[in-house]
């Protein structure tokens, strides 16, 4: 599996636009990118997948340029709710378990 | 709410004992994770099923560790001979099959095991 490097922590306030890269430079040809939200005591939680150019849900965005060596996860306008910590994964076309790294701890604040 | 549930959320227990946890996974997922998370890191894999078979077991699944699917719903994770390491929170995931879909995963609130 391809693996991924991404800011440790990242402060923000709120209303602010947070954007978070993920550097994966051995990705494979089939693999999706995928970002996970997990609060503390709680379970990750999806919030979007792309394979190539622009993804965009009611929750974020998700930026991959063309050589796919990197992503962008974007979170519009933050609340306090979105401090959380937020995994990068790259896979899924060929594997099935999700392999976490360290992820990035954001902070909101007020 | 039709999300992915575990029973217990919390138990503790003494070492040498044996614990079973259950997950209930979204009806219509035929594939079905388990995974351990100690704390300040991410998730861990150990296994997974699709239906009732149990396709990929980690290394970090000892022999003390089994988990079953029966009938391709809900499944149990049993832990035998508790060890004080074993203490984390152990987390049920579950998606569909397919390129890409089996990275949708949807957790539940996981389970978390105290060894004293």
């Known amino acids: 599996l391809a693996k991924t490097t991404q800011p440790i922590s990242m402060d923000s306030y709120e209303g602010q636009e947070v954007n978070i890269t993920c550097s994966h430079n051995?990705?494979?040809?089939?693999?999706?990118i995928t970002w996970y939200q997990q609060f503390p005591s709680q379970g990750p939680r999806f919030i979007i997948q792309?394979?190539?150019t622009k993804v965009t849900n009611e929750v974020a965005s998700l930026f991959i340029p063309a050589d796919r060596k990197s992503s962008t996860l974007s979170l519009p306008r933050v609340s306090l709710s979105d401090t959380a910590v937020y995994y990068c994964l790259v896979g899924g076309a060929a594997g099935n378990k999700l392999t976490f790294g360290g992820g990035t701890r954001v902070l909101v604040k007020p | 709410d039709t999300g992915v549930s575990q029973d217990p959320r919390h138990k503790i227990t003494k070492r040498g004992q044996n614990v079973t946890f259950r997950c209930d996974p979204i009806s219509e997922h035929n594939r079905l994770y388990w995974y351990r998370q100690t704390l300040g890191q991410g998730p861990e894999f150990l296994t997974y099923f699709q239906n009732e078979a149990q396709l990929e077991k980690s290394r970090l699944l000892s022999d003390r560790f089994s988990a079953e699917r029966p009938k391709g719903s809900f499944s149990t994770l049993e832990i035998q001979r508790t060890e004080q390491g074993d203490s984390a929170m152990y987390l049920c995931?579950?998606?569909?099959?397919?390129?890409?879909?089996?990275?949708?995963?949807?957790f539940g609130p996981g389970t978390r095991l105290t060894v004293t």
């Open positions: 051995n990705i494979a040809t089939n693999d999706y």
């Open positions: 995931a579950s998606s569909l099959a397919g390129a890409g879909r089996s990275y949708e995963q949807y």
């Open positions: 792309g394979y190539k």
